[in-house]
Each structure stands twice: as structure tokens, then as C-alpha cells.
């Protein structure tokens, strides 16, 4: 058993599994019937997908995949702080999901060539699917921008707040340097937050977005190595306790989250810890 | 094991030829093409499956409609149904009867057949009414009520009917 290979796994599966409790929380309150129906079933194919890298985790560990998802306490969870943040209006939904389907896309190119036969067979099913959650996002992203003044105006300030959380998905993994050496990991996370960062900010450009949505210092996070050897959020200067503070995206990688986790933790978990070892 | 009891590899694929897709119960798992390896090692049967969607909520229904299958088949002691994603699943696996029984069933096969390239994945803007045969049909969504189907709306009928996403 690898441990970074399980802890690169760790991450994409939570990733997924928090969002895919977000998006679930559209079904019966989306603006449009639709809608209701796209969100559901996007959110039913990220849960698919946290469940079969749950599943790899399981063969390696011999943990019982709802035990790996549903068992742990809000600390152990990997996920970036872009998924456990609460869905807003509709445009931060959008935005979300838009930059999360985008750097998903990214990511799961990248490790589609991991050395782990089983995870990369898993990930050319994935990517299949996910074309069906780009070609959503592009389209309603399209939409909102060139609609009416104030879908759009909601649509920037989402954009804007969304994306240091974005970045904060190529925060580096637990023993990242060691799955790249044991051939997990095919390329850095900080090599994929740079590609990230420049396509989209040349896909807001484009919409005519004004430059303040993806200039901010913390959304151009880069991340450091700290003086434990444990990389980091920051500007690059070693100043750690200030650079953290620059970023709202770190930690998520290390189980440090937002106070949006808490509840939603609470929620996602409350069946599994109020009735344990139950099936249906 | 006796000669009498030896399990052939063709009897094991009769016998799933008979279990429904749950959520297209007109359509077996081999029609669909979900039946991946299969292995017979003396009373022992092994069996693969291939999930259409990595999330499709019918499989643990599916494998233990394999196991039920199988186990029934005189002389099999032994069954493991696996899942895998190597080979993926792709349309071009549904057999040409299997896209002739969706269309019954009032769910558009997906396109024309053939291998769908990652970069071709996408919904055809022209979709075949499976009730009226028109083409004059408009997508309304292209998620629905399982993973594996899109909405579409027939102009010439007004039905509404499902289309099989192409993937």
C-alpha cells in the first residue's frame, strides 16, 4: 500500500463528494424545473465518482468505502474549501462550477497517467462523463455573462469570490512530492495551478470581465514549501504566517476548513453516525 | 467436477443474456454490452461487469441479478462478480438489437453507432423521435432522470422522449 497514492486518491474523492452534497442541495429549490434535474444528476455523477475512487482507496486499504467517506471526522476530509462552500445565489452555483468542472478537467488529464493501472482505467471513464458537466457549465456561463446587467454583475462578484477557493484545489497533496516520485502523480500540483489560473483567466477576458475579478494577490496563490517541509499557500517570500492569511484557498488539502464544513459535515454524516454498519 | 457438470463459457453468457438492465428492463446486460471477462475455473465462475456510468445506481441491483444468474446454472458453486472500468464502456458496445429494443422501449439509441472519441462527446442537436421517427426534435435537457439519458421534445408528435447520451 502507498500511502501518497492514497493520499492523492483521498483528495479527488472528497473533492467530489462534498460538491456532490452541494449540487444535491439544488434538487427540489432550483430556479428552474431543469435545472433541478441538471444539478441532481451532476451531483448524482460526482457521488458516483467519490464512491469508485472510495473504492480503489478500500482495495489498498481494505476500509469499507462508505466507512472512507462518511466514518471520518470533519479534519480527516481532503477537500478543497471550494466545495464545502455554501451555494449562494444562483451565479455562485454557476461560478463554482464552472471553475471546479475546469480544474477537475485539468487534474484528472494530468493523472490519467498515473502509474495506478486501476485509478487510470477509472479516470478515462470519468473524463467521458465530465464532458457533459464542461459543456453545462460553458453554456450557462455564456448565458449569465452576456444576459441582463445584473445576472452578470452577480455572475463577476461570484467569480471573483470563488476563485482563490478554485486555486485552493491545486494546493499540493499530502506527500506530494513522494507520489510524484512513486510515479502517482505525473504532474505537480503547482505546474496544473499556473495552466488553471491562465485559462481562465484568458475564458474571463474573453467574456469581457473586468480585470479585478482575477487579479487579486490570493487568487494568484502560489504555494511554498514551510520550514516542517509541508507545502503551503503563499507569495513566495517565506513570510508563512502572513502568506496563509493572503489565501483564503489553503488547507483544505491538509483538513483545515472554512466554518461552511461544519454543517455540512453534520448533515452528510448524520444517518451514517446515528445508525452504524446500516444497509438498505 | 465431473465431465456431466463442466459449466461452458457460452452457458454462462446465455444465462445473463436473461437479466434486465433494471432501468431498461426491455434490454439484457449483454445487449447493452455490460458483460465484460468472463472466467470458468472448474465450479467457479468469475464475471465482469462494465457499469455504463460510474455512478449508475443500478449496479449493485445488476450484480446481484448476476450472481442470481449464474449461481442457478447447474453445477456452479462458486460466484464473483467484479466491476471494472478497463475497457470503459462506450455506446458501441449496445449490439444492434439492443439499439433496436431501446428505441421500442421510447428511449433514442445514441447516434449513429460507431466509437465516440472523448473530444465527440456531446449531444446530437438532431435527435430521432423514437415514436414518430421525425427529426424535428429539440433537446431540453441534457441531463434526466438517470445519468445515462437527455430530454428531448418531438415537434411533429409532442412527446417528449429520452435520449441514450452518447459517451
Known sequence: MSESLVAVMTALADDELVLGHRHSEWTGFAPHLEEDVAFSSIAQDEIGHATAFYRLIGDLTGTDADQIALGREPNQYRNATLCEQPNGDWAYTLARHWLYDHADDLRLEALEKTAH?????????????????????????KRVAHGPVEGRNRLVAAVTDALPHAVGLFEPYELEEQAIDEGWLPVASKDLAEKFFDAMTEALDRLGFPAETHSRPDQRAEFVASSSGDLIAGEGDGAIGEAESASAAAGGRRGQHTAAFDSLWEEMTAQFRAHPGATW | MSV???????????????????????????????VGPIRVEGD??????????????????????????????????????????????TVDRITPEGRAKLKDFGLAPPGPGGPVLITEIGLPKVAECPFCGSRDTVNENPFGPTPCRALYYCRSCRNPFEQFKPI
Open chain 1, 117 to 141: 493501472a486501476p485509478l487510470s482505467a477509472l479516470i478515462t471513464k470519468i473524463r467521458r462523463e465530465e464532458r457533459y458537466h464542461l459543456i453545462h457549465a460553458d453554456t450557462w456561463l
Open chain 2, 4 to 34: 456431466s457438470t463442466r459449466i461452458t463459457h457460452r452457458e454462462v453468457l446465455q444465462a445473463l443474456s436473461a437479466v434486465p438492465d433494471p432501468e431498461i428492463p426491455a434490454v439484457s446486460i449483454t445487449e447493452m454490452g455490460m
Open chain 2, 44 to 89: 467457479r465462475v468469475e464475471v465482469t461487469i462494465l457499469p455504463t456510468f460510474t455512478g449508475c445506481p443500478a449496479i449493485d441491483v445488476i450484480r446481484s441479478d448476476v450472481d442470481a444468474a449464474v449461481s442457478a446454472l447447474q453445477g456452479v458453486e462458486d460466484v464473483v462478480v467484479n466491476l471494472s472500468f478497463e475497457p470503459p464502456w
